[in-house]
């Protein structure tokens, strides 16, 4: 199974960017279906985005099509969430997550492999 450590939160202002990235170890990554998910403060924890194993095949929670963007290099077994225009609502602890096999799956439960998370700040 493979472990998953996110980097790239931070704090930044409305309309800024940043780039999360997950970086995978152990057994091979590419066998993998990605995701991203968010928790804010009193919330559920929701999807954002999932990337197939290839790449070739992402789909977007609603909210974030057209801001965001799911990627991956499975040479480096990374997987990246480039976020622009952000929003003081895009605030949350952002989590990577991984299911081994092709899935289209969107919902939390469905995923056994998690990160750390990565907290995101978006101050107005």
């Known amino acids: 199974q493979v472990q998953l450590v996110e980097s790239g939160g931070g704090l930044v202002q409305a309309g800024d960017s940043l780039r999360l990235s997950c970086a995978a170890s152990?057994?091979?990554?590419?066998?993998?279906?990605a995701a991203w998910f968010r928790q804010a403060p009193g919330k559920e924890r929701e999807f954002v985005a999932r990337?197939?194993?290839?790449?070739?095949?992402?789909n977007y929670a609603d909210s974030m099509k057209g801001r965001f963007a799911i990627s991956r290099d499975n040479a480096k077994n990374t997987v990246y969430l480039q976020m622009d225009s952000l929003k003081p609502e895009d605030t949350a602890v952002y989590y990577c997550?991984?299911?081994?096999?092709?899935?289209?799956?969107?919902?939390?439960?469905?995923?056994?492999?998690w990160g750390q998370g990565t907290q995101v700040t978006v101050s107005s």
């Open positions: 152990g057994r091979t990554f590419s066998i993998y279906t």
């Open positions: 990337i197939s194993q290839s790449g070739a095949n992402v």
């Open positions: 997550a991984a299911r081994w096999g092709a899935s289209t799956l969107t919902s939390a439960r469905e995923y056994d492999v």
